[in-house]
């Protein structure tokens, strides 16, 4: 494994997982770990973290101040790097066997790949590639006309010096949506992403936010939102890329609103909405 290389996570309030995480990261050797802790609990987290490798100069725990979002959290973390190579990976993943030395062969076979990924292991399934659809704001695992591929943010290694982007995430999205907007920046530049399907990570998946809840259904249909704007080929087109958009996340909300026997969906829809016309100030809690 190369010395250029080290690994991102940002933390969020459940320590046990991020050390289980950093944990198995050190075990693959690599050489620099970075804990960004955005918990914001008056330094509870951070002091866990920072006990827990007292003794292991490799691990490196930054305080953010304030809980940033995901995006901006990544975005701090860049800013104090100490290589072009980074892994970024979620605090609730863990690498298989390999992972890291896969990633790496396959940007050093291809110099015009910036982003490899590997599958994921997700209650029982295995994930691999992801394309979104810009008009119908939905993921696909098949290449669709109207789609691009999206790198899967809860494992990616990135080479830097290639991504014809600053900073990395569009902080506007605080939390789902920004790998998205990643993928439609690099997609408009040509820029190519691998995914390396002989590798993979086992992903728990929605460990801050749990799938279903008001957090998730709120920001996984303001992140729908506020793609509608980053999406655009030419501004004539904003409002009828908007317009089509939100009739799918109607549907969509219909359907979820269905299955859960709640109104939430829609509820978080409508709130969603507030937030990404300024009417709405605030969000609810991830918890």
Not at 26 to 51: F, K, R
Not at 94 to 110: D, H, K, S
Not at 188 to 212: F, L, M, N, P, Y
Request: aromatic content about 8%; some cysteine.
């Amino acid at each position: 494994m190369s010395a250029r290389l080290q690994a991102l996570v940002v933390e969020y309030r459940s320590p046990h997982r991020t050390i289980a995480c950093v944990k198995a990261l050190l075990e693959q050797g690599v050489p620099v770990v970075q804990v960004v802790d955005n918990s914001a609990d008056d330094g509870v987290t951070c002091a866990l973290l920072i006990s827990a490798f007292a003794d292991d100069g490799r691990v490196r725990v930054l305080d953010a101040g304030a809980n940033l979002g995901f995006a901006a959290g990544v975005n701090l973390g860049l800013r104090h790097r100490v290589s072009e190579r980074v892994l970024l990976i979620n605090n609730d993943a863990l690498p298989n066997a390999g992972v890291i030395a896969a990633l790496e062969a396959a940007l050093n076979a291809e110099q015009d790949v910036c982003i490899a990924f590997p599958s994921l292991l997700h209650d029982g399934q295995r994930l691999g590639q992801v394309y979104y659809h810009r008009w119908f704001a939905i993921l696909m695992s098949c290449r669709w006309p109207g789609t691009f591929e999206v790198p899967r943010g809860c494992c990616m290694l990135a080479a830097l010096d290639r991504i014809p982007i600053t900073p990395l995430f569009d902080e506007q999205f605080f939390m789902y949506g920004e790998e998205i907007a990643l993928g439609w920046h690099l997609h408009r530049r040509g820029a190519r992403i691998s995914h390396v399907d002989t590798v993979w990570v086992d992903h728990e998946g929605s460990a801050t936010a749990k799938r279903g809840s008001p957090f998730y259904e709120e920001r996984t249909a303001l992140a729908h939102l506020l793609l509608s704007n980053v999406l655009e080929n030419k501004v004539s087109e904003r409002r009828i890329l908007a317009a089509v958009r939100f009739t799918m996340l109607v549907l969509r909300a219909l359907v979820r609103s269905l299955r859960q026997r709640s109104f939430f969906p829609l509820f978080a829809l409508r709130r969603a909405r507030g937030i990404a016309r300024g009417v709405i100030t605030g969000a609810l809690p991830p918890s």
